[in-house]
Every structure is written in structure tokens, then in C-alpha cells.
């Protein structure tokens, strides 16, 4: 099985259990906690194979993810109770499935298009979109309206990863590269509640100045 192969199916069992983890806190049935595995384990590739063009898409064509976010929900259904602390253990299992898929989606990307910038886009897009569809399904506050780093961590994990895949550098270190960048800003961002600068809005011109700025 090939590291990227690996990575694939990580980063589809951390996102189920991301997902089965939501649906514990929503006290869902074993069908709800299927549901949830599923739609977040392999949300985001979905969406990657569509953008790409590539269809029937990832999971029609190897059932097995289907299988693993099957066997993540029941696990996860059978033993969330015994967990006090899930929603902490979500957000890190979502840092560390964000930080694999981010090198998978731009190895997958880079590999159809050999365009870095598309590499960056489908890595970021993979990472991101399944715990955006986590949160929007069990109606919770999306992630990316919380302020500390998301987004940008994978955007960072793929960049490091096409930047040193283009160096020549062999696949197991442009792939450690990728999930250390992005899991360290994650990561970081978790512990430490780091964040970007964030638009502050200003009062704007008094309407009588707009009005006579537009008659001149």
C-alpha cells in the first residue's frame, strides 16, 4: 500500500469519527452516527473528484472508504459515552485528519492537473469542505466563523507539500513537510488560540460629504 494510499484512508477515519463524534453530541441513532461518518469522512474528496473532473468519484470506485466510515461510526457509537471530553478530542482528530488531507487533495490534484495552484486549491478544499459539512448538518457554529486558524492551515500544509514535491525532494518528506506545516499552525491554534488579524470595521464618510463628493 502506497504512503499516499495511507494517507488517503487516515484522513477518511479521522474525519468519520470527527462526524460520528457530532453525532454523539446530538444523541443521534446508529443510522444518524452512519450518516455523519459518511458525509464527513468523505465529503471532501468528493467535492475534489467533482472540481477535477474525476468521476465516478473516489469512494464509487473503492468501496472500502464506505467501509471504514461504517466500521469508525459503530466504534464510535459504541464507545463515545466512555469519552467526557469529545468535543476536544473532535476539534484534534479534525486537526490531524485536515493535516493528511491537505497533502492528499494536492498530491490527487497535482497529479491530473501538474498545476501547483490547482495542487494548493484541491489540497485546501479537501481538508476543509468535510468538517464544513460536519458543522452545517448538525447545525452547529461553522468553523469558519470561529476566529483561531482553519482554513489557512490547510491551505499552508498543501503549499509546503507542492513546494517541496516541485524541489524534487522524495514523497515521504514532502508529505511530512505538508502535515507538520499544517498541523503545527493547527495545532497551534488550538493550544494557543492563534488567529489572523481580523477586518475591523470603520465609520464611514457623513452622507452629506458623500452626497457632495458625488455632485463634484
Given at each position: ?90 476539534i484534534?482528530l ?5 493535516s ?70 522524495p ?46
Amino acid at each position: 500500500m502506497s504512503l499516499l494510499m495511507v494517507l488517503d484512508y487516515a484522513g477518511v477515519a479521522l474525519f468519520a469519527a470527527t462526524g460520528a463524534l457530532a453525532a454523539s453530541r446530538k444523541q443521534l441513532d446508529l443510522i444518524g452516527f452512519l450518516f455523519f461518518a459518511a458525509a464527513t469522512g468523505v465529503g471532501g474528496g468528493t467535492l475534489r473528484d467533482l472540481v477535477l473532473g474525476q468521476t465516478p468519484v473516489f469512494w464509487v470506485k473503492d468501496p472500502t472508504y464506505l467501509l471504514i466510515c461504517a466500521g469508525v461510526g459503530i466504534f464510535v457509537f459504541l464507545t463515545a459515552h466512555r469519552v467526557e471530553w469529545r468535543y476536544r478530542l473532535l476539534i484534534w482528530l479534525d486537526a490531524v485528519g485536515l493535516s493528511a488531507y491537505s497533502v492528499m487533495g494536492a498530491a490527487k490534484g497535482f497529479a491530473v492537473t501538474q498545476s501547483p495552484t490547482i495542487a494548493i486549491v484541491t489540497g485546501t478544499m479537501t481538508a476543509t469542505f468535510g468538517g464544513i459539512l460536519r458543522d452545517l448538518i448538525a447545525n452547529e457554529p461553522s468553523i469558519l466563523l470561529r476566529p483561531e486558524i482553519y482554513v489557512t492551515a490547510a491551505l499552508a500544509g498543501a503549499s509546503a507539500y507542492t513546494a517541496t514535491h516541485l524541489l524534487g525532494l522524495p514523497l515521504a518528506y514532502s508529505s511530512a513537510a505538508g502535515i507538520f506545516v499544517a498541523f503545527a499552525l493547527r495545532g497551534g491554534a488550538l493550544h494557543h488560540g492563534w488567529m489572523l488579524p481580523r477586518y475591523r470595521p470603520r465609520a464611514g464618510r457623513p452622507q452629506d460629504e458623500a452626497m457632495r463628493k458625488k455632485k463634484d
